[in-house]
């Protein structure tokens, strides 16, 4: 079936010695690809001579689906596409449907969305250290202790949303139910202990030699690079360019809270870099959290959308800055109740294009944690 | 965020033309890649957003005032049309968007490929390619990206049905089964 050229095994000399290139499929059920992708990697020894991404089998046209119903009905479909960070997915997927049918958010919701986009991003960050330590080789423990801290957040989106993934939790103009009483409060717990974790998540891991001499000066961005092909999020940062999209744009209510955006003051960026940016997002995250939790007062959640609307023709484009870079939704209404056209802008998919550029001349094993530090999510590539 | 202003573009590109309801620049034919060019000199480094857009052919009902003076409702035929859809931003500067719309037609559907001026079309103009068949001339790696090599359409044009089995290949199961019946495969 498969109409793939034969591999080119082109012979190389060296010192007398002929030898071939070998390549290597790595997955798609490899473990250090975090779900179902593919690298065909070509190797002379060790070293990386060409790579090529290989994707696609989680494919579901969720586009297409989209298409197919109302505005609202594909709300829970966007909890699938990046499925660590449902809310922040709502969030971007409602900022530009309410650009189209111009809604007013009240108060009390837009401080419960920057609240659940914030835990969203610990969680997101807490658990991709966990796996980039994992495919380092550190097995198991700094990722359950990542998954504990997870835990937390988890329940508190269950207590919430009622689900703990899969949370759905945001509607056009607000957001779909209050939260419980004394669920501020609880919030307020997991997040004032949330800094003792941190201290000691780094002060295992940051500083750990194993982990200094794997990441550092591998995989090298270049900032020039990172801008032209369109890397966002933590990765971009990493690579000397401070460009966050919460204070570009400055969406929802982030206007109203102070916090400082971290990046390498280099114009390349490292594995090490990556993974260091998140760590201090973590911190800056907490500082958003306490000042919204402070900050909240009681109101409306939501505002006067109808559930099943027209929107007058027109286009939009909504993007946020999601935990893994810029996520996107562009709708193109045409009168009906269902958009003419829906596309997501997904980071995981754009800061793949660099991933060969990073990969080449390194060795093998240096591609595992190159991808690991770029932070996929397969669900989000494949769409 | 500022917006930037499309009015330079059109004073630089005449052809181009300004889609006010989309809020787009419409490319001219064959000027996408030096108006590409000339926008990335002129501080647009980030190209975040590429896309395309299936339109059918449709009909448009239009109401407009004639020489009497009456308003009466006219019916109009667009024609059948793919644009590919970029939206660009400014890092250095934080501005944006700037929408650019490439149009094509439908049955030899065939766009410039801004993957040498921004690398971040590259994945997402095979996406384009893959789901809505247009060509990009000048694209470095133009292949499938999300559906298997062998498949055939494009399943996000408006018009795509899908087949009744999606991997059916012919087997020689009635070879056999014809020859098992002569008798000469012994089963």
Redesign the interface.
């Known amino acids: 079936?498969?109409?793939?050229a034969a591999p080119n095994y082109e012979l190389i000399q060296q010192d007398g010695l002929e030898t071939n290139l070998l390549e290597v499929s790595m997955g798609p059920h490899h473990p250090s690809t975090h779900g179902v992708f593919r690298m065909d990697v070509k190797l002379d020894g060790e070293t990386v001579v060409d790579l090529r991404p290989v994707?696609?089998y989680l494919?579901r046209?969720h586009?297409?689906l989209a298409e197919n119903m109302s505005y609202l009905s594909s709300m829970p479909f966007t909890d699938r596409l990046d499925y660590f960070n449902s809310m922040t997915n709502n969030w971007a997927y409602a900022l530009a449907a309410e650009k189209l049918i111009e809604v007013e958010v009240p108060e009390r919701a837009e401080y419960l969305r920057v609240i659940m986009a914030e835990l969203t991003r610990l969680v997101n960050h807490v658990t991709l250290i966990g796996f980039f330590i994992n495919d380092l080789g550190a097995l198991g423990t700094p990722l359950l202790y990542a998954f504990r801290e997870r835990e937390k957040i988890l329940d508190l989106f269950e207590q919430a949303s009622g689900a703990r993934m899969m949370c759905n939790y945001f509607r056009f103009g607000g957001l779909r139910n209050d939260v419980p009483e004394g669920w501020l409060k609880r919030a307020g717990e997991v997040v004032d202990r949330f800094p003792y974790f941190l201290d000691e998540y780094e002060q295992l891991l940051c500083e750990n030699e194993i982990i200094l001499s794997r990441t550092q000066g591998v995989g090298n961005l270049p900032r020039e690079?990172a801008?032209?092909?369109?890397?966002t999020g933590p990765m971009l940062r990493a690579s000397g360019?401070a460009?966050d999209l919460r204070k570009?744009?400055?969406y929802g209510i982030y206007d109203r809270f102070k916090f400082r955006v971290p990046y390498t003051e280099g114009d390349t960026g490292d594995c090490y870099d990556r993974f260091m940016i998140r760590v201090l997002e973590m911190r800056e995250s907490i500082g958003i959290l306490k000042q919204a939790l402070a900050g909240i007062s009681e109101g409306e959640i939501m505002g006067n959308a109808p559930r099943v609307f027209k929107p007058k023709?027109?286009?939009s484009?909504g993007?946020i800055e999601g935990p893994k870079g810029?996520l996107?939704f562009?709708l193109?209404a045409d009168g009906t109740p269902k958009p003419?056209?829906y596309?997501v802008?997904p980071p995981s998919?754009?800061n793949?294009?660099?991933l060969r550029d990073m990969c080449l001349g390194g060795k093998i094993a240096d591609a595992v944690i190159i991808l690991g530090s770029i932070d996929i999510v397969l669900g989000e590539v494949?769409? | 965020m500022n917006e930037i202003s499309h009015e330079p573009v059109l004073q630089q590109f005449p052809d181009a033309e300004w889609d006010e309801a989309a809020g787009a620049v419409i490319v001219p034919l064959g000027q996408a890649r030096t108006m590409a060019e000339w926008l990335l000199g002129h501080g647009l480094d980030y190209c975040s957003n590429v896309t395309g857009v299936d339109y059918l052919e449709r009909e448009v009902k239009e109401k407009i005032t004639n020489d009497a003076g009456e308003v009466e409702t006219v019916t109009r035929t667009e024609p059948a049309r793919i644009d590919v859809v970029y939206h660009l931003y400014s890092m250095q500067n934080k501005t944006g968007p700037l929408v650019l719309k490439q149009r094509t037609s439908r049955d030899n559907a065939e766009a410039e490929s801004l993957t040498p001026v921004w690398r971040s079309c590259d994945l997402q103009e095979r996406e384009v390619f893959d789901l809505f068949g247009v060509n990009f001339k000048g694209h470095p790696d133009q292949r499938r990206i999300l559906m298997w090599d062998e498949f055939e359409g494009h399943p996000m044009r408006k018009d795509y049905t899908e087949p009744f089995d999606y991997e059916w290949e012919p087997t020689p199961h009635n070879e056999i089964l014809e020859k098992h019946q002569k008798g000469k495969v012994i089963v």
């Open positions: 079936m498969s109409t793939a994707f696609g494919h046209n586009e297409k690079l801008i032209s092909a369109g890397v360019v460009y570009v744009d400055q023709p027109a286009e484009y993007r810029e996107g562009y193109i003419y056209r596309r802008r998919l754009i793949l294009t660099v494949d769409r």
